[in-house]
């Protein structure tokens, strides 16, 4: 019996089609080294429940959950590379966006705008803006809003629910492509990077990783341009597990965000 596969992390409905196109070039890489794997992904289940599974035989999660549960949980494939954020090879960061009319000039300015959020285990939604704000002695006081998606984030800014937010800066472009409300924001800091979002296999195939990895960054110097353009994915990079180690460190959240923590 044959693990599951996931790809839920940049998986829009705008660029399913890609991303399954993604999958196929992938699942062929496999079979030609051995690999057997289901010819679909799933979605529409918990991530998380795949993400532990000794059986997976790939799927992708956040560097924050990696770094401080999942790390002995899951073995370490890769980190897909997306030039289109600027950064460097398999690294990212996260932008701060407002409405236009209400971009801040400096991040002393938050301390009375609300902050929306994806999740609390989010390193691009939620743990870089904490240790940013909180390195710099600054603080957003109002009781921030937990939208459950970057998406979401960015709608809640542009509609007046919360005024900023932190967005991983891959969604960011896919926003900019696909979510009219992100015409109405802005772009007013940015966070340091870090290694982006890791690709993972179960600790059934811990052996078998360095061959996935190997089928992965294949597929993805194959795939057709217009498949790279739709996912901004230009390659792989071999991270090591101690690469998101510091991912790990303790957050100061309640110094970021007072009624939180």
Known sequence: MTGAVSLPMYDWPEVREATDSLWQAIHLHLAQRGIDAPGALVRGNDPEALWTDPALILSQTCGYPYANRLADKVTLVGTPTHAVTGAAPGRY???????????????????????????AHSQSGFAAPVRLLASGGHSSSPQPLETGAHRASIIAVATGAADWAAIDAVAWELARRHEPAADDLVVFARTPETPALPLITGTGNAGRAGIIADAVEAAIGELDPDVRDALFVTGLVRFKPEDYAPL??????????????
Do not use: D
């Not at 407002?98 to 971009?103: D, G, N, V």
């Open 248 to 261: 790990a460190a303790p957050l100061p959240v309640r110094q970021a965000f007072p009624h939180l923590g």
């Open 93 to 119: 960061f996260s932008v701060f966006v407002a409405r236009k009319s209400q971009a801040p000039q400096h991040l002393a300015e938050l301390s009375q705008m609300r902050f929306a959020y994806n999740m």
